[in-house]
């Protein structure tokens, strides 16, 4: 089942192509000329700009209000003006201007068409296809920090079971927190992991191979893993308390610095 984020980021696509097709939608209209080399199939398959315009307007601008909040009042100017006009010219000429088919001539030329509602439409468009960029670098924002809460709270419970006795079960614990994370800046980073459930050993060499660890940081996590080990494998030395709270705290350690 898609997540929201995923739904979210579809719903954004679908906008973009969408305005694309209406930029399209709107040449087609009043520059028909411009459109000749377009094949007959794709200007037959183009939405009709006056009927579909509107829901995409609001779309866009709501969601433009919730991700570029500051650029809201440029995306609504572009469909009407923000102040009063003096007079209505090519320059200041908007969408819904040609949504009304409005058009000025003076002394027989003419000042302003429906066709000058092409350029506005362009940059509606532009600034929602832009949020694409914008929309990606908060999807990571958003998805680092509820990986370093999820982390948080699994390390609270191997705190609370190292401190009740239970070293082995926290160290495991802490183990696991360890290698999703590494997993996790793998994806990040475009690190490709060739074993199907790879250990920690096999994330933190490939980490170091492809450059976001370096040496000091490849050891430390090795270090993290012998202790983690010691905890998962039956031995003559059981894991103190101390080990299993230095294992904790390196893990926290990690979380928070590798990204």
């Not at 199939?41 to 779309?59: I, M, R, T």
């Not at 506005?120 to 914008?134: D, E, F, I, S, T």
Request: glycine share 6%.
């Amino acid at each position: 089942m898609p997540s929201n984020i995923e739904r979210y980021q579809k719903d954004l696509e679908r906008l973009v192509s969408q305005g694309g097709k209406l930029t399209l939608s709107m040449q087609k209209l009043y520059e028909k000329e411009a459109m000749a080399k377009v094949p007959e199939d794709q200007l037959k398959s183009l939405p009709d700009f006056h009927s579909a315009y509107q829901g995409w307007y609001s779309e866009g601008l709501a969601l433009i209000s919730q991700v570029l909040p500051e650029r809201a009042d440029d995306f609504r100017a572009y469909y009407s003006p923000k102040t009063p006009r003096k007079e209505i010219l090519w320059s200041n000429y908007t969408i819904s201007d040609a949504l009304r088919g409005t058009a000025i001539s003076r002394s027989g030329h003419t000042m302003a068409e429906p066709k000058h509602g092409i350029s506005p439409m362009y940059q509606q468009y532009n600034m929602v296809a832009g949020l694409l960029g914008r929309f990606a670098s908060t999807l990571y924002d958003i998805k680092t920090l509820l990986h370093a809460d999820l982390l948080d709270d699994e390390l609270q419970q191997a705190e609370e079971l190292n401190k009740n006795g239970f070293q082995r079960g926290a160290g495991v614990l802490a183990g696991v927190v360890l290698e999703g994370h590494l997993a996790a800046v793998c994806d990040r980073h475009g690190v490709a992991i060739r074993k199907k459930d790879p250990a920690i050993s096999d994330l933190n060499d490939a980490l170091k191979a492809a450059s976001v660890t370096d040496v000091i940081q490849w050891r430390f996590v090795q270090h993290l893993g012998d202790l983690r080990n010691k905890c998962g494998h039956k031995k003559a030395v059981e894991p103190t308390k101390e080990e299993v709270t230095e294992l904790i705290d390196g893990v926290r350690r990690m979380t928070k610095t590798l990204l």
